[in-house]
């Protein structure tokens, strides 16, 4: 697996308007793209923090992962995504060593880069996401 960087920071809330507030308003950042992502349930909005981003998830529907997630665990850190430079190989690789994976096959995420989740049960507790541009 070829980790470039870390991509980016994911963290669940439940009102999208109140986070970006506290991002923008508290933190002095500011936020450069909202993007909805239907067939994952989720509105994301980004910011960036050096050459690494934070990624708001808001969920659309109660039924999506991120709203099972705060019901289940209430708004917070969701995952760490690392950039590689194959999210298919990446997987592979992973499984290979015996990582359990939500994503046997990239799929399309927020921005156009191609993603896929490691599973935290093999990954010691933290939800890992692999992406990139292919």
Do not use: W
Request: glycine share 10%; charged share 25%; with cysteine.
């Amino acid at each position: 697996m070829n980790i470039t960087h870390i991509e980016h920071i994911g963290i669940a809330v439940e009102n999208m308007e109140e986070a970006i507030a506290y991002y923008e308003n508290v933190l002095g950042l500011k936020c450069y793209a909202i993007e909805e992502v239907a067939d994952q349930k989720v509105k994301t909005a980004f910011f960036m923090v050096g050459q690494t981003k934070v990624e708001l998830l808001e969920s659309t529907s109660p039924e999506g992962p991120i709203g099972k997630f705060i019901e289940n665990r209430g708004p917070g850190l969701h995952h760490l995504a690392f950039a590689v430079s194959d999210v298919a190989q990446s997987l592979q690789k992973a499984e290979a060593k015996g990582m359990r994976l939500i994503d046997k096959a990239p799929r399309q995420g927020a921005e156009g880069l191609k993603i896929g989740f490691l599973h935290p049960k093999s990954t010691l507790g933290v939800l890992t996401e692999l992406c990139g541009k292919k």
